[in-house]
């Protein structure tokens, strides 16, 4: 059961920053198993069972990332990630392209919410030309966003926009990728039993969009 992160969570995670190499990790894994996996997958485990168990109909698999990098992906970097997440995501293997419910932790802060981790931009296409069909679903969805406090949009657009700003929605329009993210710096938020039913919560919050998004995939190729 989830009984929170600890001080020694984070400070283990600064550390693993500091001292990212084989025979400092070897020494305190222990202290690894301890204070960041155990916890991680226990919070985890938790909001994919409750979360599972409250929405029946959507099967989502839960993914909890490793801390050991891919020895083909260091590129300079240590052997060993300084931040840890995980996803409830569909049964696709090329999940990138997929929209995810995800939490992640790092030394500095925590973050949850729903998003790409790289939407291609056929997918950005696809939505485009979506809202250029009918885009009432996706303003509900928006104006129903702007009514809460959780969740911000964030994303990267494209240098040069696909629509002005009197476009009603041109803040999704423009984007190349996009999330829903909520973030906070650490504090007694990530230390609290309270966390697991806030994700929860703001999972299904959520949940009208990643139903919205998931079905892209189903449109046809606007760009021919």
Not at 13 to 18: A, K, P
Not at 190 to 208: A, I, K, N, Y
Request: include cysteine.
């Amino acid at each position: 059961m989830f009984q929170g992160f600890t001080n020694e969570t984070i400070d283990f995670m600064w550390n693993i920053r500091f001292n990212n190499e084989r025979s400092w990790f070897e020494a305190h894994k222990e202290t690894y198993k301890t204070v960041l996996e155990r916890p991680m997958k226990e919070l985890a485990q938790s909001v994919h069972s409750e979360f599972s168990s409250s929405h029946t109909d959507l099967d989502v698999r839960l993914h909890v990332s490793r801390i050991y990098r891919d020895a083909r992906r260091l590129h300079g970097n240590g052997p060993y990630k300084d931040h840890l997440w995980f996803t409830l995501q569909g049964h696709d293997e090329s999940w990138t392209d997929k929209p995810v419910f995800w939490f992640e932790l790092t030394p500095e802060h925590w973050s949850y919410g729903l998003g790409y981790y790289l939407a291609k931009p056929l997918t950005m296409a696809k939505l485009r030309a979506r809202i250029d069909r009918d885009s009432k679903p996706l303003t509900k969805l928006a104006k129903a966003l702007e009514r809460q406090g959780e969740f911000v949009l964030d994303g990267e657009c494209y240098s040069k926009p696909k629509c002005g700003p009197e476009h009603p929605l041109s803040h999704w329009y423009n984007k190349k990728s996009f999330s829903l993210i909520h973030e906070e710096k650490v504090g007694d938020a990530l230390f609290s039993t309270d966390l697991e039913p806030r994700l929860v919560e703001g999972f299904s919050l959520l949940l009208p969009c990643y139903r919205y998004f998931s079905t892209l995939d189903g449109d046809p190729d606007p760009r021919g």
